[in-house]
């Protein structure tokens, strides 16, 4: 089984920029489909980005387009969401997922890890 633990949330003024990192142990997750998603306080939990198995294919919230962007590294066991511009909607805990098919709904992922919080405050 997949272990993921991300890192790297923090506090932030708007327009600043985080780069969040997940790492994963237990067995290697070329084979996985990895996500990130975040959920802010009384809200869903909702999809911010995925990445597919080589890392050649994404895709993206619409307000992730153009300010976040995630990648990978298989070889590291790796995945990363660099956030640029941020502003204080995008306050919340971040999550990174592990599934083995593409796509952003919550369901499709089947690992999660704990979280990390991300705050844009002036």
């Known amino acids: 089984q997949v272990q993921l633990v991300e890192s790297g949330g923090g506090l932030v003024p708007p327009g600043g920029s985080l780069n969040l990192s997940c790492a994963a142990s237990?067995?290697?997750?070329?084979?996985?489909?990895m996500g990130w998603f975040r959920q802010a306080p009384g809200k869903e939990r909702e999809f911010v980005a995925a990445?597919?198995?080589?890392?050649?294919?994404?895709n993206y919230a619409d307000f992730a387009k153009g300010r976040f962007t995630i990648s990978r590294d298989n070889n590291n066991d790796a995945c990363y969401l660099q956030m640029n511009n941020l502003n204080p909607e995008d306050t919340a805990v971040y999550y990174c997922?592990?599934?083995?098919?593409?796509?952003?709904?919550?369901?499709?992922?089947?690992?999660w890890g704990q979280g990390t919080q991300v705050t844009v405050s002036s």
């Open positions: 990445i597919f198995w080589i890392g050649s294919s994404t």
């Open positions: 237990g067995r290697p997750i070329s084979n996985y489909v």
């Open positions: 997922a592990a599934g083995p098919h593409f796509g952003s709904k919550v369901d499709l992922y089947e690992i």
